[in-house]
């Protein structure tokens, strides 16, 4: 995987969003930081574990995506809700192997 999918999107997120905000769209949560933060969640815990694949490496690169899934993971709504890491990856073994 070369990132160009990652690069693409966020991209076409610099059109929306302000490049300071935490969030894609706007200076606060919306819609689609809700339907794509559980994607960059697991997949960032079941590429590393089952690919040894970083998928937000800190880098310079990706900074709009880590930044809002900081701040996801810092919402309480998101830490009452979220599964471990433990349990993401444990629920992925039949698909992943």
Do not use: W
């Not at 997120?13 to 559980?38: Q, T």
């Not at 960032?44 to 690169?61: C, I, M, N, V, W």
């Not at 701040?71 to 809700?81: E, G």
């Amino acid at each position: 995987m070369d990132g160009r999918a990652l690069e693409s999107f966020e991209t076409e997120i610099e059109r929306f969003g302000s490049k300071d905000s935490e969030y894609l769209v706007g200076n606060r949560l919306s819609l689609a930081d809700i339907a794509i933060v559980p994607f960059l969640e697991r997949f960032s815990y079941t590429l590393a574990h089952y690919r040894g694949f970083e998928l937000l490496p800190d880098d310079g690169k990706h900074t709009r995506l880590r930044r809002l899934l900081a701040a996801a993971r810092a919402r309480p709504a998101f830490q009452s809700t979220n599964l471990a890491r433990r349990s993401l990856v444990h629920a992925s073994d039949r698909y992943c192997y």
